[in-house]
């Protein structure tokens, strides 16, 4: 089993949302505790250790530390904007 620990920013941005839509989102990262690469995740080209699942119309980027078995959610949000700020 792996920790899961979300930065402040992607759980500000879940605290925002619907609770049909934080359910959602929150379900979906607690699958990446099991198994923090699930069909569908993609590694993020241009990235050493960024993945991506898809919840709906949002994305949840996060990294995995193998060594320490913790998954770390980046950042979360809807489709069209998850993809600005990440900063290579």
């Known amino acids: 089993m792996y920790q899961v620990k979300l930065a402040e920013d992607a759980a500000k941005f879940i605290r925002k949302q619907d609770k049909h839509i934080q359910k959602q989102i929150i379900?979906?990262?607690?699958?990446?505790?099991?198994?923090?690469h699930p069909p569908g995740c993609k590694?993020?080209?241009?990235?050493?250790?960024?993945?991506?699942?898809?919840?709906?119309?949002y994305r949840i980027v996060y990294t995995i530390r193998e060594k320490i078995?913790?998954?770390f959610v980046v950042r979360v949000a809807h489709r069209k904007d998850i993809y600005r700020h990440l900063g290579k």
Request: charged share 20%; proline share 4%; hydrophobic share 35%.
């Open 27 to 36: 379900n979906n990262i607690r699958t990446l505790a099991e198994n923090p």
């Open 69 to 71: 078995f913790v998954v």
């Open 43 to 57: 590694k993020l080209q241009g990235f050493e250790n960024l993945y991506r699942i898809s919840s709906g119309n």
